[in-house]
């Protein structure tokens, strides 16, 4: 493989069929098990609106996962290269999906909301600056065709 390449793999099983597998649209769960050596299963299924199961996790909330968790580690690693110390991090992430009225739809963008707390007010700037630097690095967000914006609030 060549350096800097990483691959991925996972297993997702579907676990609906209520007997008569997709004999019909409402015959059938959106039931999804993800799984991957060594770490725990995640219960996953469509979006409420598309006939899935509110309590586990669907593919939109999953891709909202990955940007937000990617920008944070992104974040960590620009704030420590600029000698910032963070003390606290929570994002109150948001997601716009679009149905185009054919079956299909698309994210139009994601607006990660990063609560940051610093541990002197002399690095609040450089905290600011960090989060550019993170979505420059952040794998995901390079990775997907709609905006993905920040409105962090820093403090010490």
């Given at each position: 493989?060549p350096?800097?390449?990483?691959?991925?793999?996972l297993?997702?099983?579907?676990?609906?069929?209520?007997?008569?597998?997709?004999?019909?649209?409402?015959?059938y769960?959106?039931?999804?098990?993800?799984?991957?050596?060594g770490?725990?299963?995640?219960l996953?299924s469509?979006d409420r609106?598309?006939?899935?199961?509110?309590?586990?996790?669907?593919?939109e909330?999953?891709?909202?996962?990955a940007?937000s968790?990617c920008?944070l580690?992104s974040?960590?690693h620009?704030?420590?290269s600029?000698?910032v110390?963070v003390?606290?991090?929570?994002?109150e992430?948001t997601g716009l999906?679009r149905?185009?009225?054919?079956g299909?739809?698309a994210f139009?963008e994601?607006t990660l909301?990063?609560?940051?707390r610093?541990a002197?007010?002399?690095?609040?700037?450089?905290?600011?600056q960090?989060?550019h630097?993170?979505?420059?690095?952040?794998f995901?967000?390079?990775?997907?065709?709609?905006?993905v914006l920040?409105?962090?609030v820093?403090?010490?």
């Amino acid at each position: 493989m060549p350096l800097g390449d990483h691959r991925y793999a996972l297993t997702a099983t579907w676990t609906g069929n209520r007997g008569t597998g997709t004999s019909g649209y409402r015959d059938y769960a959106r039931d999804v098990t993800i799984s991957i050596d060594g770490k725990p299963e995640l219960l996953a299924s469509a979006d409420r609106p598309f006939r899935g199961d509110r309590s586990r996790w669907n593919p939109e909330d999953l891709l909202l996962a990955a940007l937000s968790e990617c920008h944070l580690l992104s974040y960590l690693h620009a704030c420590v290269s600029a000698g910032v110390v963070v003390t606290e991090y929570r994002d109150e992430a948001t997601g716009l999906m679009r149905e185009d009225g054919r079956g299909g739809g698309a994210f139009v963008e994601v607006t990660l909301r990063p609560h940051v707390r610093v541990a002197d007010p002399s690095m609040i700037e450089a905290a600011q600056q960090a989060h550019h630097q993170a979505n420059e690095w952040c794998f995901i967000a390079n990775s997907v065709n709609f905006p993905v914006l920040h409105e962090a609030v820093v403090t010490a």
